[in-house]
Each structure stands twice: as C-alpha cells, then as structure tokens.
C-alpha cells in the first residue's frame, strides 16, 4: 500500500499553500524517480509563483520559520530579552525606507 502525504503550509489571513506535485516541479521529466530535492523545489516554485523575482508560499515559509528560529535560538536576541516587543513597520516598509 502506497502512502500519498498532503503537506499544507498555512500562510497570512487564514490561507494555505499546497505543494506542486512532482509533476507540477517537472522534475519527473528528467527522469528522477525520488523525492523532489529541496532546493529544486524552492527554486521552481518562486519561477512558477513569481517568475523567479521572490520566493513562492512554501519555500519563503520555510526560510521565515528558519531565521526566526534562529533569532529565537539566540539568548541575547530581542525577541528573548524582551517578550513583549512589536515590530513598528513591516519587512516590506523597511525595506522601501
């Protein structure tokens, strides 16, 4: 019996993101038979989503989670130092200004 796995990524505002299928990647074309390597699929994705310029939903999840867990890792980091700190703008807003 072959196990089929749905990984649903939820994203802002109450929306998700489901993966491509291999398919989708189009990593099957080339003939490999495994599981689609990271970062191929990360790399698809922001061409299929953006047409290369930003990640797509899934892989910048993935990175977002990762900086902030090393931010979070950090016992000298403000969100560590002070629980109750708010970013004043968005990433988007800083890095307009």
């Not at 649903?8 to 929306?15: D, S």
């Not at 080339?30 to 989503?49: H, K, S």
């Amino acid at each position: 019996m072959a196990y089929v796995f749905v990984i649903i990524v939820p994203l802002r505002g109450g929306h998700t993101a489901v993966p491509f299928t291999t398919e989708q990647v189009g990593i099957a074309a080339t003939g490999w038979r495994g599981e689609t390597p990271l970062r191929f699929y990360i790399l698809r994705e922001a061409d299929v989503c953006t047409g290369g310029h930003r990640l797509g939903p899934v892989g910048g999840r993935i990175v977002t989670e990762v900086l902030v867990g090393l931010i979070d890792a950090d016992a000298a980091s403000f969100r560590r130092t002070n629980e109750k700190w708010q970013p004043q703008k968005t990433l988007s807003e800083l890095l307009a200004s």
